[in-house]
């Protein structure tokens, strides 16, 4: 009896054994985002996070070897609640993180995520500070240098101005790490800076000195290295000074034409270096761009597109570093970081590699704004 | 020559806005002796009202700016009512508090209707023309801002001096319990008051956005905190004294930012505050009160 008994248990714990195999076909990713999704730029942690949804439903859906679970929380873009959010998703049981969505924030939680080995990967944090000296981060966008260095490049090629004004915000670091880049590439290229001013966070409703002394300065290109919403403050005063020229601006102008009640007309002309734009024939782009309409009835901006690819990067690199359902954080962090060097990605915003830094390597391109769309450039 | 003319009227047109909010704070402050820290907030509601009487019921202009008015006058009462009249007796930090709280609601309250995204204020109320003398250009904006600040200012001094309710104000300001003895209405007092500055406060969003149209919840943070610097720095409870302090905060704003340096413009202002502070405690045309022992 005893023997047919544990004949009988052995049997059951063989299938059992058996069953746990075929249970491991299917690995979930449990996947954190972190981004504003209110505050003063819950445009951008919106959209990454509906970028991001949208990926894992396809992934879901399509039902392959991964499954994936977003863990969604806000942060506000404030640098000590993104720490709360942080430390939320890991009690949550996430595995990485898809984010943060924007640089300060980005810089507080990797440097944390450093300490307790968390592997990051931000689609749209582009300061050189949000991956500096830490091996667990990684960016889908450019650095912030890269950008500034692009801007210069290009309008020097494409001889857009002879006499350039900047305006910065110097209590930024994205805005500050762009325009440090492109001064030192201004003066290898010989571009000459006519006027430079700035302006603080806390203080960005006048700009009537900024643009004064770029048009007093004969300024024929004003590079604009900022977040939309003084941008658009920038352009007002400009119209209303009747001062006409070329802007020049880098991913954060996108989204100004979503803001609501703003003019279009006067960012007509308005340059802009982005890596994606909605209007793009490109098949992967209309596919993105219908399903996004369908599900939030609205046009993606780049960093919509940048955690999208987000998602798959990571789906990738988890293929690579034979990541399980069952490990913790810490676990997944050193596979992560050690597969991420080794995959290229071609998604929406380009084909992308990664160095050990974490910075990604892509081509940038330029977009104008004509008619309230954005339309490539060359 | 031209630039600095330029940075002049610049100056004057932000300083008159700065000049408008700081009335509000100065007239509650006067009056009833408090701090009304929600009142860069009220400003941003008011904002927010008239955006959506031009930006989705299509009103014009001087209709949502008057509705914009009223709902902020209601507002102010409303707010006056509920939370600093049951703390008239109390000290004058719970007070503070209060108003500090108060503050943070209607920014919370902003994001939940209007939701986080910034919008864009319609420019077609008072960007209409544009004046240029020469290479200077002078915006509608700009115009209209200074001059609505000096009627605002003439008219407030003429209610103050001449008509009953002013009057009655001005017993509020000077002795609380003595006017109450005279038969005058404290706490009816308190809530003209309160919906004056209210009014004013909408008066000064519409302006303020008119010129820098970016909305959002947090839209009069930063410029309730700058009038309520101008309104210390000329006097506060004195009536010419807000208006003065408004127009010199702005203009030494835009110079500092011009001629020093856009980077310290904030820290020139508030350098130059700290040391008329220092060299005249009262501010500029305040009054130096003795304290009775």
Redesign the interface.
Known sequence: MKKLLALVLAMVMTLTVCAAVAEEETVTLKIAHIG?T???A??YGLATLHGAELAAKEINEAGGKYRIELIAEDDEHNPEKVINAYNKVLDDGAQMILGTTTSKPCEAASAQGYVDRVFFLTPSASSTAVIEDKDNAFQVCFTDPNQGAASAEYIASHKLGTKIAIIYN?SDVYSTGIRDSFVAKAAELSLEIVSE????T?????F???V??AQ?AGADLVFLPMYY??A??IL?TAA???YKPVFFGVDGMDGIL??????TSLAEGVMLLTPFVATSEDEKVVSFVTKYREAYNEDPIQFAADAYDGIYILVEAAEKAGITSEMKFDEVCDPMIAAMQEISYEGLTGAMTWDESGAVTKTPMAATIINGIYVFED | MM?FL??LI?GL??GSIYAIIALGYTMVYGIAKMLNFAHGDIIMVGAYIA?CGL?YWNLPPVVAMLMAMVVCTLLGITIEGLAYRPLRQATSLAVLITAIGMSYLLQNLA?MIW?????????TFI?SF?LHLGRL?I?S?TLITILANVVIMIALTLFTSRTKIGKAMRCVSEDRGAAQLMGINVNRTISITFAIGSALAAVAGVL?CS??????P?TGS??GIKAFTAAVFGGIGSIPGAMLGGILLGVI??FG??YIS??L??AIVFAVLIIVLLVKPTGLLGKPVREKV
């Open positions: 504003p209110t505050g003063p819950a445009l110097d001013t700035s302006f603080s806390d203080d960005n409703a006048d009537t000195v900024q004064a002394d007093n919403t003084p658009s403050n007002n209303a000074k009747n979503g803001v609501e009640g703003f003019d | 630039i330029d940075n610049n047109s932000l955006f930006q994001l939701g986080a995204n910034p919008k864009s204020f319609p420019g960007n544009t250009t915006s904006a303020l010129s820098y149209p970016i909305l959002q947090t930063m410029p704003e835009i930012k011009a856009t980077a413009g904030d």
